[in-house]
């Protein structure tokens, strides 16, 4: 068998065996490239400005681990306790109740979705299964290019597909030219994903691990508030985005504030993190994202490759028709080999 029909028999056979798998894989991302904004959107009420004051003294008396924001509509954020999410608005009120445990009620189906997407609900065990599968679809992808590179001279043949002749002609024609056309920048969606599932693996390659950070025990109830904490860390860095803030705990009495700096890429959570003191309010640790080295600011930015944030709310867009291209792609090929066969039987 020569080179080209080795690659188009590799392609298929590959492409068969994880169909099934990559169309749960592409409908699942489909919703997640926008799932802030669909959660938020199945939460009732008003719009509130954020009171970071108002939002301590509505959560003072809860055993919260972290807020974070919701990414979806602004001024919203979750608190996250033990056994049970909150919903709240800028001013502290409750808008939702999420119980952990419920996958579909209370807009649990969201999560459920994203977390499927990622890891098949499977903890890391399934990020490794996700891992893989999108090595083999980047590799599918890469035949996928060779087996349709066009003859000198035959370029726009190639892509612009027909709508006439036998069923086949057609159907290939089609799956060839949308595979020209898209395949090379769902390579690169593909490829951050892959390097997001083995995210561990990743950091070490790129070297990207933040430096560590000792802890700071302490047995007294924190005297520096969340809200001058986070009054502490937006000084440090002017102009900022709280995305996300973690409380002190009594092995560690230290707040940490996930935040965006302007010129970090955009996304709906910020690299940067700043460490300040419960007890007396010092900077702890300042990890700025903007000082990292080259790796770390590599692995920083895979988030908002995969999802499509790095170009801003219409590199989503692409994400979201890279999507449909590949959903797109497994019906036309799917359709492609059946076709094929029952041609042959005849």
């Known amino acids: 068998m020569t080179f080209r029909p080795l690659v188009i028999s590799a392609h298929r056979w590959v492409s068969l065996a994880a169909v099934a798998f990559w169309l749960v894989q592409a409908l699942t991302g489909l919703f997640a490239v926008f799932h802030w904004e669909i959660d938020d959107l199945l939460v009732a009420g008003v719009h509130r400005p954020t009171d970071f004051h108002a939002i301590e003294r509505s959560v003072r008396d809860l055993p919260v681990s972290s807020i974070w924001t919701s990414a979806g ?3 919203r954020y979750d608190v996250n306790l033990p056994d049970r999410a909150l919903r709240i608005d800028g001013a502290g009120n409750v808008l939702r109740t999420h119980p952990d445990g ?6 649990g189906f969201v999560e459920t979705l994203v977390v499927l997407h990622q890891s098949l609900l499977s903890g890391d065990k399934g990020r490794a299964i996700v891992g893989f599968s999108g090595f083999l679809l980047a590799s599918n992808l890469i035949l996928g290019i060779v087996a349709a590179w066009p003859r000198r001279g035959q370029w726009r043949r190639a892509l612009r597909p027909v709508n006439k002749g036998s069923r086949v002609a057609v159907l290939y024609s089609w799956h060839r030219a949308l595979g020209l056309w898209l395949a090379v ?3 690169l969606l593909v490829t951050a994903g892959v390097l997001l599932a083995y995210e561990d693996s990743t950091e070490r390659l790129l070297h990207a691990a933040s430096p560590p950070v000792e802890p700071r025990p302490s047995a007294e109830r924190p005297r520096i508030g969340m809200a001058d904490a986070i009054g502490r860390a937006i000084a440090r860095h002017p102009g900022s ?3 996300g803030i973690r409380f002190p705990t009594p092995e560690n009495a230290v707040w940490t504030l996930t935040i965006r700096q302007p010129g970090e890429p955009p996304a709906v959570y910020g690299k940067t993190r700043v460490m300040i003191s419960a007890a007396d309010g010092s900077i702890v640790a300042d990890l700025d994202a903007l000082k990292v080295p080259a790796g770390a600011r590599v692995f ?3 988030f908002a490759v995969h999802t499509g944030q790095i170009v801003g709310r219409i590199g989503r867009v692409v ?9 797109a792609m497994i019906v036309l090929g799917v359709s492609l080999w059946m076709t ?3 041609t042959a039987r005849r």
Do not use: C, E, Y
């Open 102 to 107: 419920h996958r579909f009620a209370n807009g």
């Open 73 to 75: 509509r602004p001024d």
């Open 319 to 327: 994400v979201l028709t890279m999507g449909v291209w590949l959903t």
């Open 185 to 187: 920048p769902s390579l």
């Open 340 to 342: 094929r066969r029952k």
């Open 241 to 243: 985005d709280v995305s």
């Open 300 to 302: 920083n930015s895979l």
